[in-house]
């Protein structure tokens, strides 16, 4: 499984982004498909879950209410729709597949075989 995310880029607080994330392969709709974010100096950390089949999700505590996770699996990618951008959501965001789990989410990257490049988000004061 290759995966490519994109849509990062510069915004002012309040604003809005939309990550994307492609997949390679056919068994996409099979995996569970996470969003995760690493910030200077800090660990990688869970944002955001979709499950396979697009009716779970899950979310950390700092974007739920403001990020929403989606995915379109005909065309193989998963999104994240952020709004209400903080400051402190300035990261390097990264998209992955768990394989081990369809239905289920999943919040540690350990449970995560497969990574994406990273997309940077950054949001000004």
């Known amino acids: 499984v290759q995966l490519q995310a994109s849509g990062g880029g510069l915004v002012q607080a309040g604003g809005s982004l939309r990550l994307s994330c492609a997949a390679s392969g056919r068994a996409f709709s099979m995996y569970l498909m996470g969003w995760f974010r690493q910030a200077p100096g800090k660990e990688r950390e869970f944002v955001a879950a979709?499950?396979?089949?697009?009716?779970?999700?899950g979310y950390s505590g700092s974007a739920k209410g403001r990020f929403t996770a989606s995915r379109d699996n005909a065309k193989n990618s998963v999104y994240l729709q952020m709004n209400s951008l903080k400051p402190e959501d300035t990261a390097v965001y990264y998209c992955?597949?768990?394989?081990?789990?369809?239905?289920?989410?999943?919040?540690?990257?350990?449970?995560?075989?497969?990574w994406g490049q990273g997309t940077e988000v950054t949001v000004s004061s």
């Open positions: 979709i499950s396979g089949s697009g009716g779970n999700t």
């Open positions: 992955a597949a768990a394989t081990s789990s369809r239905e289920a989410i999943l919040v540690v990257t350990s449970n995560y075989d497969y």
